[in-house]
């Protein structure tokens, strides 16, 4: 069983154009997190919820919008998407808040042109 | 800014040696860190954590120092396989920002047969 999964898992699509990525948890967490990974590597944190209410929004272009219809699921919209948008986004969730594991998905690789 | 350097170099080994990484951190008081691996197109996998009042944590060949005096964790794979080739990721979190998580570039480790 999955615990965190992701769609799609590659993305491609030229500049411009709107997309969305979703994710579920099936752990029963109450905190779930989008985290940007860049060519360098680095993990940085976008967004998190905890129980459907934004709690983190780090500096992110408005164009970045997430939704969380429940706690199980948390989406990313992306309007407008340009070249320095190309990266590994991923999905994870933690037990609570601040919660000390996080469970993260396998990644969307998404590629801008 | 708050700021966590790993070994940006790669590390190479030989199997059955010890790993020692390095993770260091500035402007930033911890209450816990994290190790996480992360395997080419996958997502990191958590594997130990260390609050700020211990000074070390053990699992199975994994061991972890801590030490919040020279802002420094100490990461160790003994008896090193193959198998443990991988990227690790040193990860932070504190009391402020929600319990934001924040993550190094990571050291990629490479163990030779």
């Known amino acids: 069983d999955t615990a965190v999964s992701q769609t799609p898992k590659y993305l491609v699509t030229q500049m411009g154009n709107d997309k969305s990525i979703k994710c579920e948890q099936n752990?029963?967490?109450?905190?779930m997190y989008w985290y940007k990974q860049d060519s360098k590597k680095f993990l940085k944190i976008m967004f998190s919820y905890n129980n459907k209410e934004l709690i983190i929004n780090e500096t992110v272009p408005n164009r970045f919008s997430p939704k969380s219809p429940d706690k199980a699921h948390l989406n990313l919209h992306i309007n407008s998407l340009e070249l320095g948008d190309s990266a590994v986004y991923f999905c994870?969730?933690?037990?609570?808040?601040?919660?000390?594991?996080?469970?993260f998905g396998p990644g969307t690789r998404l590629l801008v042109l | 800014s708050q700021k966590i350097e790993q070994n940006s170099e790669a590390l190479n080994i030989q199997e059955g040696k010890t790993a020692t990484l390095t993770c260091n951190y500035t402007n930033y008081s911890p209450a816990y860190l994290q190790w996480y691996r992360q395997d080419p197109g996958r997502g990191p996998v958590f594997l130990l954590l260390i609050r700020e009042n211990e000074k070390e944590k053990r699992k199975e060949r994994l061991k972890v120092t801590f030490d919040t005096t020279l802002k420094q964790s100490l990461f160790h794979i003994t008896a090193s396989q193959p198998a443990d080739s991988a990227t690790y990721l040193c990860a932070l979190a504190g009391n402020t920002g929600g319990f934001k998580t924040i993550f190094g570039a990571g050291t990629r480790l490479f163990v030779k047969a």
């Open positions: 994870a969730s933690s037990h609570i808040q601040g919660g000390e594991t996080q469970y």
């Open positions: 752990l029963g967490h109450d905190t």
